[in-house]
């Protein structure tokens, strides 16, 4: 699958991913079934490779920014 974004959708991605992730993370520590927890770390991975995709930072998974202030095109 392909999908075109503009760099305003891009950097508004990369802004919400921000601000999930981390949330994620989090649930990720509290949940205690086993199958459910495999399940967001699963999806966790999948996120950190989409903002890689976009061109975010995700040099480390409890990094706070992953590029939405920093887009992958520069400063306009």
Do not use: F
């Not at 992730?21 to 967001?40: F, M, Q, S, V």
């Not at 996120?47 to 992958?72: M, Y």
Request: glycine content about 10%; hydrophobic content about 30%; aromatic content about 6%.
């Amino acid at each position: 699958m392909q999908v075109d974004l503009n760099e305003d959708e891009v950097a508004a991605l990369l802004a919400a991913l921000d601000q999930y992730i981390p949330g994620l993370r989090e649930e990720i520590g509290k949940t205690e079934n086993y199958d459910y927890r495999e399940e967001l770390k699963a999806q966790e991975a999948s996120l950190h490779r989409v903002v890689t995709k976009l061109g975010g930072s995700d040099s480390s998974p409890n990094r706070p920014n992953l590029g939405a202030k920093n887009p992958p095109w520069g400063k306009g």
